[in-house]
């Protein structure tokens, strides 16, 4: 098992803690105004993301390009709009991924956020931060206030790894999007490269 692995299973053995968390963040804040849902699953970095509302029609979707350096993706809405471009720099010492709306936003999350389980991590250029278990995709986004944008946990019944994205804001529903999206191609790529890496590794023994 890699690290990323062991961080991972590390991570989702704490989420009944984080849940007790949110809980008590979702009493203090209410009830969302509605929830959308994303299933996360692992594997090709170009597959397709879908983000659907709570009878499953798609309202987001995204296309990634095949160079997977910068990682390049972007984000269309049910009309085919294009919501968001995102990618990452491919040479930089804590690898920066970049969101950039199409109203022309910008903001930037760097993947150092993963090197530990619980943290606090700030959203550059927007002024929000990110708190809970980012591995785990289980997390409260709050505004430069300290009011809810958004949660993001795991369903409690679900076989394909069910999200639920909790709106509190509706204003900055593509960007949550977006945001919630770029966390998933940047768990994939961990996933992914800790596979090419392992196997390597395998191939000399």
């Not at 009944?16 to 009830?31: L, V």
């Not at 090197?115 to 980012?134: A, K, P, R, S, Y």
């Amino acid at each position: 098992m890699g690290l990323f692995s062991k961080l991972q299973e590390l991570g989702e053995s704490i989420n009944d803690a984080a849940e007790d968390i949110s809980k008590a963040s979702i009493e203090d804040y209410g009830d969302p105004e509605y929830s959308l849902y994303t299933a996360l699953k692992f594997g090709d970095l170009h597959q397709r993301i879908d983000i659907t509302d709570e009878e499953e029609n798609v309202k987001y979707y995204t296309k990634s390009s095949v160079f997977t350096l910068t990682g390049k993706t972007d984000i269309f809405d049910a009309s085919d709009e294009l919501v968001a471009h995102l990618e990452k720099k491919p040479i930089s010492l804590h690898e920066k991924h970049y969101v950039t709306m199409a109203d022309g936003t910008s903001f930037t999350l760097s993947n150092e956020l993963f090197h530990i389980v619980e943290d606090i991590t700030n959203i550059e250029g927007l002024g929000w931060q990110m708190q809970g278990n980012i591995i785990g995709l289980h997390f409260n986004l709050l505004d430069e206030n300290g009011e809810p944008i958004a949660r993001v946990v795991k369903k409690a019944i679900s076989i394909h790894d069910k999200y639920s994205i909790d709106i509190y804001k509706p204003e900055f529903e593509k960007e949550v999007v977006a945001i919630v999206i770029q966390l998933e191609k940047m768990l994939q790529a961990r996933r992914e490269n800790e596979s090419s890496s392992s196997f390597s590794f395998g191939g000399d023994e």
